[in-house]
T-cell receptor, first 114, second 116 residues
Framework: AQKVTQAQTEISVVEKEDVTLDCVYE???????LFWYKQPPSGELVFLIR??????QNEISGRYSWNFQKSTSSFNFTITASQVVDSAVYFC???????????FGAGTTVTVRA | NAGVTQTPKFRILKIGQSMTLQCTQD?????MYWYRQDPGMGLKLIYY???????DKGEVPNGYNVSRSTTEDFPLRLELAAPSQTSVYFC???????????????FGPGTRLTVL
């Protein structure tokens, strides 16, 4: 069974601060996929990134960066120089190679104050 | 492309009523899914479909039914609404590469359902 733990329920920062969201996962699969989704106050789920288990390179996309460490089963997400528009719930999710579903963490609510 | 669309956006039902949540995707994705999101929780899979005419249960299928007669549409049916079905419902679709069952899922905007 797949399990995703997002230990931080809520994070509040002031604009321009960096914020890191932790994601720890459990799986018995040797090949799997990790995802981050953003859910802004409007409610839709926006795909941010997919990472394959065999690719441990970190990734940067603008102010977003992801740190994948297989040794610690973690896939952390950092927002650099946060902005008010980053306020949202962020979900980490996991899917095994032959899974049909995504297993979601409980989400981390990020509030960026002006 | 509109992506994944869902109707209605909001709905209030009385206990025992039935309704169908509509989901349509225009990306020619073969896989489609229904999830529910309860307050403060991640999403849980209700049903999924790997193609027209093929559906299967997810983690929390009780109280729901689905059908998939076309590639584009995947409606979710609630037969006898109960307060426990108060939730936000998301439809998603994906197009896994050959030999895989999983890939990025793209979500619709959600339907907020309240059962009183």
């Amino acid at each position: 069974a797949q399990k995703v733990t997002q230990a931080q329920t809520e994070i509040s920062v002031v604009e321009k601060e960096d914020v890191t969201l932790d994601c720890v996962y459990e799986t018995r699969d040797t090949t799997y996929y990790l995802f981050w989704y953003k859910q802004p106050p409007s409610g839709e789920l926006v795909f941010l990134i997919r990472r394959n288990s065999f690719d441990e390179q970190n990734e940067i996309s603008g102010r977003y960066s992801w740190n994948f460490q297989k040794s610690t089963s973690s896939f952390n997400f950092t927002i650099t120089a946060s902005q008010v528009v980053d306020s949202a719930v962020y979900f980490c999710a996991l899917s095994g190679f032959n899974d049909y579903k995504l297993s979601f963490g409980a989400g981390t609510t990020v509030t960026v104050r002006a | 492309n509109a992506g994944v669309t869902q109707t209605p956006k909001f709905r209030i039902l009385k206990i025992g009523q039935s309704m169908t949540l509509q989901c349509t995707q225009d990306m020619n994705h073969n896989y489609m899914y229904w999830y529910r999101q309860d307050p403060g929780m991640g999403l849980k899979l209700i049903y999924y479909s790997v193609g027209a005419g093929i559906t299967d249960k997810g983690e929390v299928p009780n109280g729901y039914n689905v059908s998939r007669s076309t590639t584009e549409d995947f409606p979710l049916r609630l037969e006898l609404a109960a307060p426990s079905q108060t939730s936000v419902y998301f439809c998603a679709s994906s197009y896994p590469e050959r030999g895989r069952n999983t890939d990025t899922q793209y979500f619709g905007p959600g339907t907020r359902l309240t059962v009183l």
